[in-house]
């Protein structure tokens, strides 16, 4: 069966610091990935998307960065964080170009507090 | 462009009673496919339920049933028979039928309190 991890679960990190997270995907080959970002009661907002190895696709304009150097691992960094990064981090897969009926799995998540 | 909006941002339920989580969408794609994730405070995403445009009968998992209405274009999701577990967020999505990455697209979600 299919399995995804996050670490950390949680960090608290002071302004101007890096940042990197790490989702890896377990059990699967060739997935599509996704990071989410979702603020204190918020919905999710989709932040990166892979289709493959090095190919990372930008939904929204920010300070953030994503890699992916592996088929099945997601990095998200940041070199300077600022207040406004903190909220909840999700990664998430999907099969490769996914159908209609293809949903998305998620990982436990980062909580992200930046002081 | 698709959008999913959620119209409760807060919903209070009696144990034991059923509930409707309200879900309307926007898409011009002819092919789709809508789901409802479950989000408790833990902060995991949990999946629920799927409904495919061209499903004839509306989908069900024990006590999660989706009311799909195609023609108003909604997707409320009925809980039976409340328990105190449920109580958590509730996102609508969706996905279209292109083979685009970033085509799942999430409402802002409906937090159900459930009440003994």
């Known amino acids: ?115 | 462009a698709q959008k999913i909006t959620q119209t409760q941002p807060g919903m209070f339920v009696q144990e034991k009673e059923a509930v409707t989580l309200d879900c309307t969408y926007d898409t011009s794609d002819q092919s789709y496919g809508l789901f409802w994730y479950k989000q408790p405070s833990s902060g995991e995403m949990i999946f629920l339920i799927y409904q495919g445009s061209y499903d004839e009968q509306n989908a069900t998992e024990g006590r999660y049933s989706l009311n799909f209405q195609k023609a108003r274009k909604s997707a409320n999701l009925v809980i039976s028979a409340s328990q105190l577990g449920d109580s958590a967020m509730y996102f609508c999505a969706m996905r279209g039928e292109y083979n685009y990455g970033q085509n799942f697209v999430f409402g802002p979600g409906t937090r159900l309190s459930v009440l003994p």
């Open chain 1, 1 to 115: 069966s299919q399995t995804i991890h996050q670490w950390p679960a949680t960090l608290v990190q002071p302004v101007g610091s890096p940042l990197s997270l790490e989702c890896t995907v377990e059990g699967t080959s060739n997935p599509n990935l996704y990071w989410y970002r979702q603020a204190a009661g918020r919905g999710l907002q989709l932040l990166f998307y892979s289709v493959g190895i090095g190919q990372i696709s930008s939904e929204v304009p920010q300070n953030l960065s994503a890699s992916r150097p592996q088929d099945r691992q997601f990095i998200l960094s940041s070199k300077k964080l600022l207040l406004s990064d903190s909220g909840f981090y999700l990664c998430a897969w999907s099969v490769r170009n996914p159908s209609s009926y293809n949903e998305q799995f998620f990982g436990p998540g980062t909580r992200l507090t930046v002081l």
